[in-house]
């Protein structure tokens, strides 16, 4: 029996990580984090230090994430093959989402954005990494670019996708939202809300899943 694979999305400060501990608590679920999940990796740590490197290419970025990615699926899919439910803060779509630091964003073509993103660049950039889980469900927290400045004032080190402009800003949760129109297991959850409310509204979508 396979376990229900479960991606979280959103901008930086959304809340994905707080709810993605929520629900490995209660469901009981693996946690997975984009930039390596596992202490025996030095990933993350690499990662994390390559994400505050202002001359390094976004291309070179994001052929280490995808490397980072590809070492935890081989952790993800024999936890699904087991039976195991997995939570997953971030997975391909964000790749492509914030592999863009600046754009000229312009509103009515976000949704035709998304759909070069998702049928072209999106899954070209992973064919190196063969068999990807399938996601059973992805849910888009949002929140409005001033409640993401107010929430990143209080982190200590900001690294450079933090530190963008509210045009990139707005141009990200735009991209956000069209994604969450273009599937009928990709959810909008109202990110804004308190965590409580939050989590209630995301365990309500994940029910249907017989999660």
């Known amino acids: ?3 229900k694979f479960i991606i979280l999305e959103g901008l930086n400060g959304c809340g994905k990580t707080t709810q ?3 629900l490995c608590r209660k469901l009981p679920a693996s946690y997975f984090h984009e930039l390596g999940s596992h202490s025996t990796s030095s990933f ?3 990662l994390k230090r390559l994400l505050h490197m202002d001359d390094l290419s976004e291309v070179t970025e994001q052929y280490f994430i995808t490397g980072s990615r590809s070492r935890n699926l081989q952790y993800v899919q024999h936890m699904l093959d087991l039976g195991a439910n997995v939570v997953y803060d971030r997975y391909v779509y964000s790749s492509h989402i914030y592999s863009h630091r600046e754009v000229q964003y312009q509103p009515e073509t976000t949704d035709a954005v998304w759909d070069l993103h998702n049928t072209i660049k999106v899954w070209d950039l992973h064919d190196t990494i063969k068999n990807n889980p399938v996601p059973t469900v992805t849910i888009i927290l949002d929140i409005d670019p001033d409640e993401q400045k107010r929430r990143l004032r209080y982190r200590k080190d900001l690294d450079k996708y933090e530190k963008v402009s509210d045009q ?5 949760r735009n991209v956000y939202l069209a994604m969450g129109r273009a599937k009928s297991n990709n ?3 109202n990110g ?5 409310s939050v989590y ?4 309500e979508i994940l029910k249907m899943y017989k999660i």
Request: zero cysteines.
């Open 20 to 22: 993605a501990h929520h």
């Open 187 to 189: 959810y909008v959850v």
């Open 168 to 172: 990139v800003i707005e141009y990200r």
């Open 44 to 46: 993350p740590n690499l």
């Open 192 to 196: 804004m809300l308190p965590e409580e």
């Open 1 to 3: 029996m396979s376990g």
């Open 200 to 203: 209630h509204q995301i365990r």
